[in-house]
Antibody, heavy 116, light 113 residues
């Protein structure tokens, strides 16, 4: 069955960077864009960007440009989201999502807490 | 950016009754070349990732109960739960994927009366 398994909880200090990984199985990793979506505590959903695992091409929301880097390693069917210059506003659960209808499959979420 | 506005923000419905959530887009989500509306509906329960219920405004995903249906075109869309079950308590989001940045509505919290 399709699974997106994300890396574990992270606690970071302001100004630091964080990397979240998302390992895909059960479908062709290079077949669909991988999206990243975040959700601050008690808040709604915010799309951050996507990576085309086949070409490595990316598209990020302007809000995150210059601060987020989306990459992938097709040898291990894993996508990565790096977010730099963290502030307390980046405290959120980060999700990866993919699928033929864009957001069919979701990871379990990774909590990133930014605190001094 | 395309702004997605849902109404109501919260609703309380009795078991077995109909629940309706509306979603309005600031720009058309209908792509004329393929006559498809780039609009999805998600259900999110506490502590869980969102679950895709419907894509293309009205196409139910595999395994989603038939009581969930979507309608609308262009800028105005509706999610209908025909006969509310206890398991339907959740927050529901609409999302446009017509153009990036893909944007979500603010969410509508559904509770049981």
């Amino acid at each position: 069955q399709v699974q997106l398994v994300q890396s574990g909880t992270e606690v970071k200090k302001p100004g630091a960077s964080v990397r979240v990984s998302c390992k895909a199985s059960g479908y062709t990793f290079t077949g669909y864009h991988m999206h990243w979506v975040r959700q601050a505590p008690g808040q709604g959903l915010e799309w951050m960007g996507w990576i085309n695992p086949n070409t490595g091409g990316t598209n990020q929301a302007q809000k995150f440009q210059g601060r987020v880097t989306l990459t992938r390693d097709t040898s291990i069917n894993t996508a990565y989201m790096d977010l730099g210059r963290l502030t307390s506003d980046d405290t959120a659960v980060y999700y990866c999502a993919s699928g033929p209808d864009f957001f069919d499959y979701w990871g379990q979420g990774t909590l990133v807490t930014v605190s001094s | 950016d395309v702004v997605m506005t849902q109404s109501p923000d919260s609703l309380t419905v009795s078991l077995g009754e109909r629940a309706t959530i509306n979603c309005k887009s600031s720009r058309t989500l209908l792509y004329s070349s393929n006559n498809k509306n780039y609009l999805a509906w998600f259900q999110q329960k506490p502590g869980q990732p969102p679950k895709l219920l419907l894509s293309w405004a009205s196409t139910r995903e595999s395994g989603v109960p038939e009581r969930f249906s979507g309608s609308g075109s262009g800028t105005d869309f509706t999610l209908t739960i025909s006969s509310l079950q206890a398991d339907d308590v959740a927050v529901y989001y609409c999302q446009q994927y017509f153009r990036t940045p893909y944007t979500f509505g603010q969410g509508s919290k559904l509770e049981i009366k």
